[in-house]
């Protein structure tokens, strides 16, 4: 066993649709989860399992959380973020990769409802409040006009440090 940084892949998918508003994403209400319940979230995402690709990861999160099915090749990547939520704990260590997605087939439903306090459509530029704050970031980048960043880092310090823990 080593004592290398670790960090915990995640895949979202962004269900986009045009709307009469403009573009519009379609969020959960996170409830039951312990993490960020009462706040809007990506509709689909989740942990990337041992043995699947990030790819397969996005494609079964939009299965079980919305019962959509997911071509891989509709799947658009969007952006990576590397984030922290500065606790020192392995499991606050992230790599999240976001994929837009503009088609699918079925319905989008929640599938999980001691997870989920409903689903809504909103336009990227009159988000919910509140949203979770790094998720809130990358709706931002994809509501505005200058390009989105490839890679990115959310609660680093300006010069790309962890925050010094509190203990």
């Known amino acids: 066993m080593t004592d290398r940084?670790?960090?915990?892949?995640?895949?979202?998918?962004?269900?986009?649709?045009?709307g009469p508003r403009g573009t519009e994403v379609l969020l959960q209400l996170r409830a039951g989860t312990g993490f960020?319940?009462?706040?809007?979230?990506?509709?689909?995402?989740?942990?990337?399992?041992?043995?699947?690709?990030?790819?397969?990861?996005?494609v079964r999160e939009a299965a079980e959380e919305l019962g959509?099915?997911?071509?891989?090749?509709?799947?658009?990547?969007?952006?990576?973020?590397?984030?922290?939520?500065?606790?020192?704990l392995p499991?606050?260590?992230?790599?999240?990769?976001f994929f837009t997605c503009r088609r699918w087939g079925g319905e989008p439903r929640v599938q999980e409802?001691?997870?989920?306090?409903?689903?809504?459509?909103?336009?990227?530029?009159?988000?919910?409040?509140?949203?979770?704050?790094?998720e809130h970031r990358v709706l931002t980048w994809l509501a505005g006009d200058a390009p989105i960043p490839a890679l990115a880092a959310f609660g680093f310090d300006a010069d790309g440090a962890r925050p010094t823990l509190d203990r």
Do not use: I
């Open 5 to 18: 940084f670790r960090v915990v892949p995640a895949a979202y998918v962004l269900l986009l649709r045009d």
């Open 36 to 58: 960020m319940d009462g706040f809007w979230a990506a509709a689909a995402a989740g942990h990337v399992e041992d043995g699947e690709s990030v790819h397969r990861a996005a």
């Open 113 to 134: 409802d001691d997870r989920s306090a409903g689903v809504a459509w909103y336009p990227l530029t009159a988000l919910p409040d509140p949203v979770v704050p790094h």
């Open 91 to 97: 499991v606050d260590e992230r790599v999240d990769f």
């Open 68 to 88: 959509v099915v997911v071509d891989p090749a509709d799947l658009e990547p969007l952006t990576t973020l590397h984030r922290t939520r500065a606790t020192g």
